[in-house]
């Protein structure tokens, strides 16, 4: 089989997995692509706003995924399809830069979980304090080890994905370009094409639909930079993906209206895995990443999305208070402004999770950095010594044994 060599600008050398040192040399963030993460945020925000109107503790809401020709059903219906592609965009941001960079810092997972449990716990007080024993025995153990539980499966998803990445790099380096080739089509075939088609088959799961994502974005990187770079190109593929998605919504309620079959099943294609969304969401990352600049105000707040996802769709928050809005805004105007209701719903809560976590990383994370810092090497330290006893139990055995066979051997010929 003819081998395809990659061109000599991706040859596996320091050029295309540059040091540690050539990395933090091209760490200058790109504003552009700053800029995008709050965008993705904002959809996603609009997202979980609207899909609340779906909750079983709203007065008067509607099942979102009954088939209907109501523009208020409508609206919401493709609000859910900014969850996935806000979702994918992350992944594929981070995916751009993980690949060729094999450095895994356990200090930032640990900082991330520190970060994900202290604002579950600074929300769950002020819970506890408003709401008392209103709120159930299970929200408040989730929201005790918020992590273990996925109170949010983005960032539990995240943490597994950064910690393997550099397992993934070394499978990367090892390929060909006709291997990597296969290996992004296999994955994409398996958990982004027959996931959707047949749902359940082959195993899927987020890390094996990231990790598709992963090997798609690494071959476009290594071997398809350019011709991603054309403008016209991305642009056309941001429209056939959008167009196909807005086709598939309309055709599931136009059968769901004149037939039983998917009546309410119309967000059946509303997820992480579909294929559109993630041409759509490729597309558009390489379309703005085209465009560079720098603008400090852009690249603090984008700094700031991991903390308002927290936030914003904290177990509690969107369990308790998010249902009491809405009932609020029904009292109000009776959904007759539905989609002006989600917007500014969203940009209230848009600006005060942006606020919230000003403050949370000001006033709470910067001061606690010394701690969070202690508390990582206390950690590391004990897991270390658990790790070296364990070891020494290991090599004790081997020892154990080859003395056994050496004592055995010895009887034997004498």
């Known amino acids: 089989m003819q081998h395809i060599t990659p061109p000599e600008k991706f040859v ?11 990395l933090r040399k091209k760490a200058a963030r790109n504003s552009a692509i700053e800029l995008l993460k709050i965008v993705a945020i904002i959809g996603i925000i609009l997202r979980h706003i609207s899909g609340g109107i779906a909750n079983p503790s709203v007065m008067h809401g509607f099942q979102t995924s009954l ?10 219906q493709l609000t859910y399809f900014l969850g996935p592609i806000g979702n994918n965009i992350f992944w594929i941001c981070s995916c751009w830069f993980l690949v060729g960079d094999n450095r895994m810092s356990k200090r930032k997972l640990f900082g991330m979980i520190v970060d994900v449990w202290l604002i579950s716990i600074i929300i769950l007080c002020f819970a506890l304090y408003d709401l008392g024993d209103a709120i ?25 994905m950064y910690a ?17 080739f296969r290996t992004a089509l296999s994955f994409a075939m398996l958990y982004i094409i027959l996931s959707v088609l047949t749902p359940g088959h082959f195993f899927p799961s987020m890390p094996t639909i990231w990790t598709a994502v992963y090997f798609i974005v690494a071959y476009i990187k290594l071997y398809l930079d350019q011709p991603y770079k054309n403008i016209r190109f991305n642009i056309m593929c941001i429209a056939i993906s959008s167009a196909a998605i807005i086709c598939s919504v309309a055709t599931l309620n136009y059968i769901g209206t004149h037939t039983s079959l998917y009546i309410n099943n119309v967000l059946l294609w509303n997820c992480n895995e579909n294929p559109f969304v993630i041409i759509f969401s490729i597309s558009l990352f390489n379309l703005v990443r085209n465009y560079k600049f720098e603008n400090k105000a852009v690249n603090y707040l984008a700094g700031l999305t991991l903390f308002i996802y927290l936030i914003h769709e904290n177990l509690l928050l969107r369990t308790y208070y998010r249902p009491m809005i809405w009932n609020k805004i029904y009292d109000m ?54 790790e070296s006893k364990l070891l020494n139990i290991s090599m004790h055995d081997i020892k154990k044994q080859e003395l056994g066979e050496s004592t055995l051997a010895e009887k034997i010929n004498s």
């Open 67 to 76: 088939a209907s020709w109501d523009l208020n059903h409508i609206f919401v």
């Open 136 to 160: 159930e025995k299970e929200h408040i153990k989730n929201s005790l080890f918020p992590t273990l539980f996925e109170n949010n499966w983005f960032v539990t998803c995240y943490i597994l």
């Open 164 to 180: 393997i990445h550099p397992l993934l790099n070394i499978i990367i380096k090892r390929l060909s370009q006709r291997g990597l």
């Open 333 to 386: 105007d009776k959904y007759q402004h539905l989609i002006l209701d989600c917007l500014l719903f969203t940009t209230l809560v848009f600006i005060g999770s942006v606020i919230i976590s000003m403050a949370y990383s000001s006033l709470i994370k910067r001061p606690m950095a010394s701690i969070i810092s202690w508390s990582y090497e206390r950690v590391k330290a004990l897991y270390l010594r658990i």
């Open 12 to 22: 596996y050398t320091n050029n295309a997995f540059p040091n540690n040192k050539e």
